[in-house]
């Protein structure tokens, strides 16, 4: 059975950073490209980034493009989420997700997912 859990979420002010951790069992990792997606109350659920199972491939939605970092950790089957320069409208449930080895932007497109870790950024 393939989980992933995330954690790392909080309350933090605006300029804040955060580092969302998830981490990954039941499916070889390493093979695994993982993406992270958000949801806003009331919102849709958006791309924020994506790594390659390589590590060498990176994706950023425009929005948190210089702001946010992906990075994996292949010997603890680990992605981390670092998040700079926190605004209010970042304020999200963030999720992530494992598909085949190949990034992508599209939540569809991916077969696992966490439940979930809770950011708030206060103005």
């Known amino acids: 059975q393939v989980q992933l859990i995330e954690s790392g979420g909080g309350l933090v002010q605006a300029g804040a950073s955060l580092r969302l951790s998830c981490v990954v069992s039941?499916?070889?990792?390493?093979?695994?490209?993982i993406g992270w997606f958000r949801q806003a109350p009331g919102k849709e659920r958006e791309f924020v980034g994506t790594?390659?199972?390589?590590?060498?491939?990176?994706y950023y939605a425009d929005s948190v493009k210089g702001r946010f970092t992906i990075s994996r950790d292949n010997a603890n089957d680990t992605v981390y989420l670092q998040m700079n320069s926190l605004k209010p409208e970042d304020t999200a449930v963030y999720y992530c997700?494992?598909?085949?080895?190949?990034?992508?932007?599209?939540?569809?497109?991916?077969?696992?997912w966490g439940q979930g870790t809770q950011v708030t950024v206060s103005s």
């Open positions: 790594v390659s199972a390589s590590g060498r491939i990176r």
């Open positions: 997700a494992a598909r085949g080895s190949v990034t992508s932007t599209l939540g569809h497109e991916y077969d696992y």
């Open positions: 039941g499916r070889t990792f390493i093979r695994s490209a």
